[in-house]
């Protein structure tokens, strides 16, 4: 099995960033992956301290096979950020495995993400993978670890060169899906709040990568493989979800506590309903959260 190298997207917090890294060099197979770390600018005066406590900070992590750093001499914000550094390794690896600096892992994470990439490597049909999954419940019907969904998420995920590199990240089509009510339909199968942050990305008044790399995988009728108990922990999430109510928190993932090293995976890429339609119910209650998870990630890299 060939490993896949880390991307890692860092700006301005420290705190969490230093549990993502803590977290990560626990992975079984840390020390045979390549960790390349993308440090953002500051945008702002006030943020060039806390950049360069980071950047001080990444210079003295160990525990990976190497480590490459690649410090941004302007602000270019999340969205660009990723696409920029994606990109650019895709220019030498066939894979990638991308984290930002607010996702705690299990020590198993590394495990699934590069047994997921090897398996369906050669089915584009696969298009992501995520580490992270909400907590849907586990069917009766099956006994694999993992599901395929409609919809990738961008809280620690993976995929494959010949999926990134055809992305159109101007959307030049949207005007026609705009007008399209059946696909709008087709699109929203993935969550009812898919429909509203591409409009707002187009409109300019959202800077997402995520939501046209979700467009792009609709497009191409592409499928996320997600695990039953989820491999990644939102820190961010988790400090939005303590300043609301109680309910927000039910949607926080079922974490794998058992970590083993050896998944059951699906046969065949294709949907699996009752995770599916766990999936579009679980969206509809927190599609709200999400959104405004959103926002307070844009102000954050902003």
Not at 194 to 223: C, P, T, V
């Amino acid at each position: 099995m060939n490993i896949s190298p880390i991307l890692l997207f860092t700006y301005k917090r420290l705190d969490t960033l230093k549990i993502t890294v803590d977290a990560l060099a626990k992975n079984e197979l840390a020390t045979d992956s390549e960790l390349f770390i993308f440090s953002d600018a500051a945008k702002l005066k006030k943020d060039e301290v806390i950049v360069k406590q980071v950047r001080d900070f990444i210079k003295t992590i160990t525990g990976f096979k190497k480590i490459t750093i690649v410090e941004a001499e302007t602000n270019k914000g999340l969205a660009k950020s990723i696409i920029d550094g994606v990109s650019s390794v895709f220019q030498k690896f066939d894979t990638v495995i991308v984290l930002e600096d607010d996702l705690s892992t299990t020590s198993n994470f590394l495990t699934f993400m590069n047994t997921c990439l090897a398996q369906y490597k050669s089915d584009p049909a696969a298009f992501s993978i995520s580490g992270y999954s909400f907590n849907l419940g586990q069917s009766n019907s099956d006994h694999d670890d993992a599901y395929f969904l409609k919809r990738g998420w961008s809280w620690g995920w993976a995929t494959w060169k010949d999926r990134w590199l055809d992305v159109d990240w101007a959307v030049k089509d949207y005007g026609q899906f705009k007008k399209d009510s059946r696909a709008r339909r087709e699109f929203a199968v993935g969550g009812s709040d898919l429909n509203k942050m591409l409009a707002e990305q187009m409109d300019g008044r959202l800077d997402s990568w995520a939501i046209r790399w979700f467009y792009h995988q609709f497009r191409k009728g592409g499928l996320t493989i997600y695990p039953v108990f989820s491999k990644v922990f939102n820190n961010g999430f988790d400090q939005f979800a303590t300043h609301t109510n109680g309910s927000a928190r039910r949607y926080l993932p079922a974490l794998d506590k058992e970590e083993r090293m050896s998944f059951s995976l699906p046969d065949k890429v294709q949907v699996n309903h009752f995770y599916q339609n766990k999936f579009v119910i679980k969206m509809g209650l927190v599609s709200r959260i999400i959104s405004k998870v959103e926002t307070i990630f844009q102000r954050v890299f902003k």
